[in-house]
């Protein structure tokens, strides 16, 4: 069975640099959660979209913005990176919301140098 | 106060034992995810539930409503179980998930 998938599984970028992150939910998942998970740490809601609109914001920086596409994948766009952003981030992709049926990708480890 | 805690937050075993991790929660709740993350690799679902016991293998998860809390047992514990497992509740009023600090089990031959 399908299952949600994130690209690249791994990136470094250098400070100030930009970093865009991909997910793409499983099929007909319209709902789809970014995570960040810092090193040693609990993972954190950043933001979620559902049916391409906003549906949620966390802890999310606002270097930091997203959107999801008329596929229903989702893109977190990251600005001026700074060394604090190394991170796994990951998504989840839902069903109308639902959260009895939260699917999760292998994430993108980021690297900040 | 953590909204979901759980315990041990370490865990140390020895092949074959019996293994229960333990979560708390204070927020309402429709549903528990019992999640496995190994060293540096990503989540992995293993249970949602949001009553009684759910069984995949030698896992078993349960959950009580009316006291907030929910178990993660593995029986037959293996090297290979070695990952943090994490706890994650859905608040009642919004679908995004909060997490338990995570329980690292380390399981020696």
């Known amino acids: 069975a399908a299952g949600v998938i994130q690209s690249p599984r791994h990136l470094i970028k250098e400070k100030r640099e930009t970093a865009t992150l991909k997910c793409y939910p499983i099929p007909r998942h319209d709902t789809v959660y970014w995570y960040q998970q810092g090193p040693g740490q609990d993972p954190q809601f950043l933001i979620s979209f559902y049916e391409k609109m906003q549906s949620d914001k966390g802890s999310i920086p606002d270097r930091f913005s997203a959107q999801q596409f008329s596929d229903y994948h989702s893109e977190l766009n990251m600005s001026s990176l700074e060394l604090g952003d190394s991170a796994l981030y990951f998504c989840?992709?839902?069903?109308?919301?639902?959260?009895?049926?939260?699917?999760f990708g292998p994430g993108t480890r980021l690297t900040v140098t | 106060k953590n909204e979901v805690e759980q315990s041990p937050q370490n865990l140390t075993a020895q092949e074959g034992e019996f293994i229960t991790i333990n979560c708390s929660y204070s927020?309402?709740?429709?549903?528990l995810h019992w999640l496995q993350q190994h060293p540096g690799g990503g989540i992995v679902s293993l249970f949602m539930?949001?009553?009684g016991k759910k069984k995949h293998g030698r896992l078993i998860a349960t959950i009580n409503i009316q006291e907030k809390h929910s178990s993660l047992h593995i029986t037959a514990s293996h090297p290979r179980d070695s990952a943090v497992y994490i706890c994650?509740?859905?608040?009642?009023?919004?679908?995004?998930?909060?997490f338990g600090t995570g329980t690292r089990l380390q399981v020696f031959p």
């Open positions: 994650a509740v859905p608040n009642y009023n919004t679908d995004k998930l909060i």
């Open positions: 927020v309402g709740i429709s549903a």
């Open positions: 989840a992709s839902t069903a109308n919301r639902s959260p009895y049926e939260q699917y």
């Open positions: 539930l949001s009553s």
